[in-house]
């Protein structure tokens, strides 16, 4: 069975490159020992590769620092950063009501039970839409507190639709409700409680 996710990344740089991450890490779950592939040369090129980053890589507050710099939007989170390769990643669309949505697909690195998405990935990526939704909003926080109710299976394979909205503003308490559907069925509900603050940028 061949199943398509999400398209490899065509530009340079971190983002390409964590797109062929990603295709690394499906490829080694879909191949396993059961595959005849030669996986010790296959470790010895990717520890290759990794004593090649390792090398280049600057120390580790410079990163930080150039991680978090600019207008608030990071490209390395683990939902929708394109330059993190265990991000699927998602892409948002405002919507006329004043949500946003993504459309995705999950494969294999995202397993819980058999051909179904783990439920701590569908807490991770609910708890990040809805961030995604506040900042939309204008007006975002860090998680409070986060209700998950788990309707049905979420697939793998198989397109899901994550939704969220921004409801209320109570001084510095945001309230945000997010869900994930697969079609037309909702699997996972969310209810968010957010508070208006946040950490402090590395310096």
């Known amino acids: 069975?061949?199943?398509?996710?999400?398209?490899?990344?065509?530009?340079?740089?971190?983002?390409?490159?964590?797109?062929a991450a990603r295709r690394v890490i499906d490829?080694?779950?879909?191949a396993g020992d059961i595959s005849g592939a030669d996986l010790g040369g296959v470790a010895d090129r990717l520890n290759a590769i990794a004593d090649e980053l390792d090398a280049a890589a600057p120390d580790l507050r410079e990163r930080l620092v150039d991680m978090w710099h600019g207008d608030g939007n990071t490209r390395h989170d683990a939902v929708a950063g394109s330059e993190n390769p265990i991000?699927?990643?998602?892409?948002?669309?405002?919507?006329?009501d004043g949500s946003i949505e993504a459309v995705t697909v999950l494969g294999l690195p995202y397993q819980g039970p058999p051909e179904c998405v783990h439920g701590g990935v569908s807490a991770l990526i609910l708890d990040?839409?809805?961030?995604?939704?506040?900042?939309?909003?204008?007006?975002?926080?860090?998680?409070?507190?986060?209700?998950?109710?788990?309707?049905?299976?979420?697939?793998?394979?198989?397109?899901?639709?994550?939704?969220?909205?921004?409801?209320?503003v109570d001084g510095r308490k945001i309230r945000t409700v997010g869900s994930i559907s697969?079609?037309?069925?909702?699997?996972?509900?969310?209810?968010?409680?957010?508070?208006a603050k946040f950490q402090p940028r590395p310096r």
């Open 1 to 19: 069975m061949t199943i398509e996710l999400s398209s490899p990344c065509r530009g340079t740089g971190v983002d390409a490159a964590a797109a």
């Open 27 to 30: 490829g080694l779950l879909r």
């Open 87 to 96: 991000a699927p990643p998602l892409e948002y669309t405002a919507l006329p």
């Open 128 to 168: 990040h839409t809805l961030g995604v939704a506040n900042g939309w909003a204008g007006v975002s926080g860090m998680t409070a507190e986060l209700v998950l109710r788990y309707h049905h299976v979420t697939p793998l394979f198989e397109p899901l639709t994550i939704r969220a909205r921004q409801v209320s």
């Open 182 to 195: 697969a079609g037309g069925r909702e699997c996972v509900t969310a209810e968010g409680l957010f508070i």
